[in-house]
């Protein structure tokens, strides 16, 4: 697949771009920061757009920005976000878009997900191949809130494995991690469409779910407040 890589740490971006070639991937450009990410999607068109959260020129959200950009300028296109903080906050705002007709698939990862070279790459084909892939800390995390939200008609059972599903793990892999038969994971998926109202002609009903998923545990935290690291204790602020 073609790629566009934003990094402005040059030891990652060049780990990434070594990476990526590697596995026989082209990256047709490697930004340093939002505005040459944006100017290079736009010349070289790719498959799939990796990016940090916070880079130049305001180092803040300037490549989530960027990727929200992308994904409405260029739908097509899949985006896969990299991030040192849990930044529930991006997560939600990144997939709280609906889907409205031919999607590229969408991402949103911790940095040490890269060390699990495996893991990353799997990742990478969800997204290219139109899925959804959240890393499991920040499903976690936004679901830790408690509140009311449209999967309250969902069992235990099926929550967890629309929460697995939101990792990006195929329904062998939900099968082998649940210690069930992939047959009752099918049945499991069924229910989840079936209560969220999701028809065979809704497209890709196991994104749609995802999407129902995420967006109903979105939280309120602003973007700035969610970039920062938490305090440390002995600190006076």
Known sequence: MRVVIAEDAALMREGLVALLQRFGHQVVHAAEDADELLEAVAAHRPDVVITDVRMPPRNLDDGLRAALAIRAGHPDIGILVLSQYLGDAYAAKLIAEPVTGPRGGTGYLLKDRVGRVADFMQSLDVIAGGGIVIDPKVIGHLMSSGRPHALDTLSERE?????????????????????????????HIGNIFAKLGLQAQDGN?????????????????PPEQALRPPRATTSKR
């Open 205 to 221: 009903r196991r994104v749609l779910a995802v999407l129902t998923y995420l967006q109903a545990a979105r939280p309120d935290d």
């Open 159 to 187: 929550r967890e494995v629309l929460g697995r599903m939101a990792t990006g793990e195929s329904n062998a892999h939900i099968a082998a991690g649940l210690h069930v038969t992939e047959g009752a994971v099918v049945k």
